[in-house]
């Protein structure tokens, strides 16, 4: 019973943390969004936000030591590029890309590659 009790604790404190931290930005910055660093922040940061993460992925996931190296990663990522491009849907391309991801790392598609 105490480990379901620390396990629910720890659920609890998790989702709180995690919603504040949702929350706390915009709570803060209702008064002050005609700001000008708010909205430089608003403009660059998504994307200076995604080609990180992109970099991370690309670094981190690929297989670099491949006949032709880094395929497995760089294939999804232009996938993910194109599908966004073409129907401007975030969620849309980022599932279609991690299906791409996964279905390559799970199958070996381009093991021989």
């Not at 008064?31 to 690309?58: C, D, N, Q, S």
Request: charged residues 10%.
């Amino acid at each position: 019973m105490a480990d379901m009790t620390y396990l629910l604790s720890f659920i609890a404190v998790a989702a709180i943390a995690t919603f504040a931290t949702r929350v706390i930005p915009f709570v803060f910055f209702e008064r002050h969004t005609e700001h000008p660093l708010i909205k430089h922040l608003g403009r660059y940061l998504p994307a200076a936000v995604m080609a990180l993460l992109a970099t991370v992925f690309l670094t981190r996931s690929g297989n670099w030591n491949a006949a032709l190296p880094g395929l497995d990663a760089v294939l999804p990522g232009l996938l993910v590029v194109a599908i966004h491009l073409w129907r401007r849907n975030a969620l849309l391309s980022i599932a279609a890309g991690t299906a791409a991801y996964m279905t390559i790392q799970q199958t070996g598609f381009l093991a021989g590659f």
